[in-house]
């Protein structure tokens, strides 16, 4: 079985500031991770995934995750926020070789401050 | 080209009505999936077809839950009997074979009231 878990609900940060969405994960088989994206009344839009090459993974948008192994985490970064980041985040995991049905995390809103 | 496309966008049923939601994926894919959101929830997923045929219905919560996709293209999700519980924005999901991207449409937003 497989789980992902996104600690707390909502985060906020200043225009500019770093961005930092936190997910773990938890597979019985080497994982393929995903972040995706969700705007108000749109579907969701794969940000970036992990499928067992480089741990350290570049999307779109400027965002990147990094995997680790020892610590079952892929956690979703950013640089510098943008005011056209704030939406819903979804870290995702699917069991590799399986038939790529996705089990999603709850989600974090990430609101960006002016 | 086109993405995935659902409607209608938005049903409103009453308790104990059918209701039928349409999903037509990207041309060509020939996977497609089906995953229920819950409000303030992530998707979970609900059943899987590789062309026409259901590999995995795994996820469907009653047997009031039936999905079909006989043509291997567009496929419809059908729920007898609305509860309350079934309340939630349904979305499918296309790929051009198993183990690829995923591509969500925007999803049907089910109200049972």
């Known amino acids: 079985a497989q789980s992902v878990t996104q600690l707390g609900s909502h985060v906020s940060v200043s225009e500019g500031a770093l961005v930092l969405l936190r997910c773990n994960y938890s597979s019985s088989v080497p994982p393929y991770l995903f972040w995706y994206v969700q705007y108000p009344n749109q579907g969701l839009q794969l940000l970036l995934k992990?499928?067992?090459?480089?741990?350290l993974v570049k999307g779109i948008n400027g965002f990147e995750a990094e995997f680790k192994k020892s610590e079952t985490s892929f956690h979703l970064t950013k640089p510098s926020a943008h005011m056209s980041d704030a939406a819903e985040y979804f870290c995702?995991?699917?069991?590799?070789?399986?038939?790529?049905?996705?089990?999603f995390g709850k989600g974090i809103t990430l609101s960006v401050r002016p | 080209g086109a993405g995935v496309s659902q409607s209608p966008r938005y049903k409103v049923a009453k308790r104990g009505q059918d209701v039928a939601l349409r999903c037509d994926p990207i041309s060509g894919h020939v996977s497609l999936f089906w995953y229920q959101q819950a409000l303030g929830q992530g998707p979970e997923f609900l059943t899987y077809?590789?062309?026409?045929?259901?590999?995995?219905k795994s996820g469907l919560p009653s047997d009031r839950f039936f999905a079909e996709r006989p043509e291997g293209s567009v496929s419809t999700l059908k729920i007898q009997r609305t509860q309350q519980e079934d309340s939630a924005v349904y979305l499918c999901?296309?790929?051009?074979?198993?183990?690829?991207?995923?591509?969500f449409g925007p999803g049907t937003r089910l109200t049972v009231t």
């Open positions: 992990y499928t067992s090459a480089a741990t």
């Open positions: 999901a296309s790929s051009l074979f198993r183990g690829y991207e995923q591509y």
């Open positions: 995702a995991v699917s069991e590799s070789g399986a038939n790529s049905k996705l089990t």
């Open positions: 077809f590789q062309n026409e045929a259901q590999l995995d």
